[in-house]
Nanobody, 123 residues
Framework: QVQLVESGGGLVQAGGSLRLSCAAS????????MGWYRQAPGKQRELVAT???????NYKDSVKGRFTISRDSAKNTVVLQMNSLTPEDTAVYYC?????????????????WGQGTQVTVSS
């Protein structure tokens, strides 16, 4: 299986910045995409940003220009740099990765989630 470990959440004032990191470990053959999702109280989990194996990125409209996602494919890590944070960005942020596991004689697809990290932005 693949484990995702997140770090970097916390409390920040509006206008401030936070940097979230996520590291994937396990019998990974290839990671196709990595990304960040978030879930605010009483709301559904939503996509924040993703990055593919070739570096193509996708962002939620409301974070464009403020958040930047990047990955180190050699280390299986992904980082979300969040600037100009607003109270509307308050949520639990989850790392996600999907790709192929090395299952010995074969490869198997995987999709994994991290445990989540709290981001709170005060006004």
């Amino acid at each position: 299986q693949v484990q995702l470990v997140e770090s970097g959440g916390g409390l920040v004032q509006a206008g401030g910045s936070l940097r979230l990191s996520c590291a994937a470990s396990g019998s990974i053959s290839r990671i196709n995409s990595m990304g960040w999702y978030r879930q605010a109280p009483g709301k559904q989990r939503e996509l924040v940003a993703t990055i593919g194996s070739a570096g193509r990125t996708n962002y939620k409209d409301s974070v464009k220009g403020r958040f930047t996602i990047s990955r180190d494919s050699a280390k299986n890590t992904v980082v979300l740099q969040m600037n100009s944070l607003t109270p509307e960005d308050t949520a639990v942020y989850y790392c996600n990765a999907n790709g192929l596991l090395d299952a010995g004689r074969t490869f198997a697809p995987f999709g994994s989630w991290g445990q989540g990290t709290q981001v709170t932005v005060s006004s």
